[in-house]
């Protein structure tokens, strides 16, 4: 199996059970993400996907707006995200944005580690959701997440 950046290279590593491969395949090529691949293989984890969930269960955190955790300069964020829009509109498998499940004070929490310009090209094309990847780090939380948000994997 030979890794390619889109989500239905990511199912296929999945139905391998070789999902966190895929994972760390994207974060150190076409990511380009490597200090994130090598934070993510400090301990294990849970990996679940990819499924698509709704835009709405998560918000970006990297984007030219004032309060963004990871502020970034509108002109180069713009243009990537128009071109992301334009693959979209042709039909371009892109790869799936990867989310961090956790509980904060008890609260679930969806944190988007990668796919900030995914999410607001899907949001401006009025896309209900997209493809995911989802690690989590804590049984209890991997516990959780099937609990209460196990029904989005009924369809796969």
Not at 100 to 114: A, C, V
């Amino acid at each position: 199996m030979e890794y390619r950046n889109s989500t239905e290279s990511a199912m296929e590593f999945a139905s391998a059970g070789r999902l966190e491969e895929w994972v760390h395949a994207y974060l150190i090529t076409d990511g380009r993400n490597k200090p994130f691949s090598d934070g993510l293989k400090l301990t294990q984890r849970h990996y679940l996907g990819p499924v698509n969930l709704p835009l709405s269960m998560f918000t970006r955190c990297c984007g030219p707006e004032d309060g963004m955790k990871w502020v970034v300069d509108p002109a180069g964020f713009e243009a990537k995200v128009t071109g992301i829009m334009a693959a979209l509109e042709n039909g371009t498998d892109l790869p799936p944005m990867i989310i961090h499940y956790l509980l904060e004070d008890g609260i679930p929490s969806f944190e988007l580690t990668d796919g900030n310009h995914r999410h607001e090209a899907a949001a401006r094309l009025g896309l209900g959701g997209f493809p995911v990847i989802i690690w989590i780090t804590e049984d209890a939380e991997y516990d959780r997440f099937l609990r209460d948000y196990g029904k989005y994997f009924e369809k796969i």
